[in-house]
């Protein structure tokens, strides 16, 4: 059992601490957010994560887990301090790394000549980053007067590979956990924490523990670009993108996983880290060929919807729209960098009236009396002329296809079988069949 402090409560830093917790360590959550850790404090959680609301109860009554918002409590008690906050994109696409310098100030302004603390980076932060902290930490440390700072810390990066939907499930079941340090035997320390779920272990050091969460996630967010380019193309040939990533991935070197033609890819992980990537290479004079028409692809595919009621003739002027599914995803009730924002956007500026319905998520950052958030997906429907499918919750996947009568239909996400959508809509639309 060892004693863990996770600073910031988002949706890594919640996830982490809880199952720690779970897993029997002993775990302090702070966040600088004291509405947030009031709810925590009372068993509510702030963020719709499934399971997560049993892991946070299971923790609590072994009493394993506390939240707080006293820096000073969190780090004098606990001898690994996991960096959890937030690394959002600026407007050149690097990385935000003002909460992560934020949090290393505060962690050094505490640490004191008898103590030893392993830092752990969770935050997703661009290659280089970990060497960063660390003179950051010596100087800071310096100025309090310890001579020898580097006896007292250790900095690790222990990426985290969790989706949003699942991110319980796949801290319970790691595909693997890559732990980088300069110093291997805090690595193998660190390691440890996670010895009862025996996962898959990468011991390496900083920048190339930093470089395979990038490169991961930008690689995933490649596939989704190549097959929604593909699916593109197959509109205008012919041919069935669903067949197409079937024989695709039925190929081992390929494999099945994110060739889903849609309306691409948004959230907290890919848009941020493909660009934080491509601000990396830029800044060390490496080409960004591949990466650069990524972002390109996903960017437009987000209002692909538009694109065909246009290239259709059908005008949006006054035609009432109805959105099925809000959160960039299933399963979570993140909104940021989802294909609702921007096909919204495009309905408003063309003066269509938009019903958006999400089973979880009840507000939208748009302002507009032309946007209504209804509480029923056929209340939505019934409203509307047009209906786009946004998000592929499992809520939308067995409805009353008459209910689809006189209606034009987009399927975003393909979903539904065509010939279905053909026998029931008015007009009907996927993507790449």
């Known amino acids: 059992m060892e004693k863990i402090s996770i600073l910031g409560t988002g949706y890594v830093g919640l996830v982490t601490g809880s199952c720690f917790a779970y897993l029997g360590h002993k775990v302090i959550c702070l966040d600088i957010n004291k509405e947030k850790i009031e709810k925590l404090k009372k068993g509510e959680i702030p963020i719709y994560e499934p399971q997560l609301d049993k892991i946070v109860a299971l923790a609590e009554e072994s009493d394993n887990i506390e939240f707080t918002t006293d820096y000073s409590y969190a780090i004098k008690n606990s001898d690994f301090i996991f960096i959890a906050v937030g690394t959002p994109s600026l407007p050149d696409g690097s990385a935000d790394l003002s909460f992560v310098e934020d949090a290393l100030k505060t962690i050094a302004s505490y640490i004191n000549e008898n103590d030893f603390k392993i830092i752990v980076n969770k935050s997703t932060v661009p290659v280089g980053t970990g060497r960063w902290a660390t003179k950051l930490l010596e100087n800071e440390l310096l100025k309090k007067g310890l001579k020898e700072p580097q006896k007292h810390f250790c900095v690790v990066s222990n990426p985290e590979f969790l989706r949003e939907g699942k991110a319980v499930e796949d801290f319970m079941n790691p595909d693997r956990i890559v732990i980088g340090s300069d110093d291997k035997d805090i690595a193998l320390k660190t390691a440890s924490l996670y010895s009862t779920l025996n996962?898959?272990?990468?011991?390496?050091?900083?920048?190339?523990?930093?470089?395979?969460?990038?490169?991961?996630?930008?690689?995933?967010?490649?596939?989704?670009?190549?097959?929604?380019?593909?699916?593109?193309?197959?509109?205008?040939?012919?041919?069935?993108?669903?067949?197409?990533?079937?024989?695709?991935?039925?190929?081992?070197?390929?494999?099945?996983?994110?060739?889903?033609?849609?309306?691409?890819?948004?959230?907290?992980?890919?848009?941020?880290?493909?660009?934080?990537?491509?601000?990396?290479?830029?800044?060390?004079?490496?080409?960004?060929?591949?990466?650069?028409?990524?972002?390109?692809?996903?960017?437009?595919?987000?209002?692909?919807?538009?694109?065909?009621?246009?290239?259709?003739?059908?005008?949006?002027?006054?035609?009432?729209?109805?959105?099925?599914?809000?959160?960039?995803?299933?399963?979570?009730?993140?909104?940021?960098?989802?294909?609702?924002?921007?096909?919204?956007?495009?309905?408003?500026?063309?003066?269509?009236?938009?019903?958006?319905?999400?089973?979880?998520?009840?507000?939208?950052?748009?302002?507009?009396?032309?946007?209504?958030?209804?509480?029923?997906?056929?209340?939505?429907?019934?409203?509307?002329?047009?209906?786009?499918?946004?998000?592929?919750?499992?809520?939308f996947k067995n409805i009353d296809f008459k209910r689809f009568r006189d209606k034009i239909v987009i399927d975003g996400r393909n979903i539904w079988e065509k010939n279905i959508l053909k026998k029931y809509a008015k007009t009907c639309f996927s993507i790449g069949r």
């Not at 941020?272 to 972002?295: G, P």
């Open 199 to 395: 996962p898959p272990m990468i011991i390496t050091n900083l920048p190339t523990a930093e470089m395979i969460k990038y490169a991961s996630n930008a690689f995933l967010a490649t596939k989704i670009s190549f097959i929604n380019e593909m699916a593109n193309l197959s509109e205008k040939i012919g041919a069935d993108i669903e067949i197409v990533s079937k024989g695709m991935g039925l190929d081992k070197r390929i494999g099945p996983y994110f060739l889903k033609a849609g309306l691409g890819f948004g959230g907290s992980c890919f848009p941020k880290d493909v660009k934080a990537l491509i601000h990396t290479s830029r800044k060390y004079n490496v080409e960004s060929s591949i990466l650069d028409a990524v972002i390109k692809v996903n960017e437009n595919q987000k209002i692909k919807p538009i694109k065909i009621l246009k290239q259709s003739n059908i005008d949006l002027n006054g035609a009432k729209v109805a959105l099925w599914g809000l959160a960039f995803k299933p399963d979570t009730d993140d909104i940021r960098e989802a294909a609702s924002l921007n096909i919204i956007n495009e309905l408003l500026k063309n003066n269509a009236i938009v019903f958006a319905y999400d089973p979880i998520v009840k507000s939208l950052p748009i302002a507009n009396k032309n946007l209504i958030i209804t509480k029923d997906k056929y209340e939505a429907l019934d409203k509307s002329d047009i209906l786009i499918l946004v998000t592929e919750w499992d809520e």
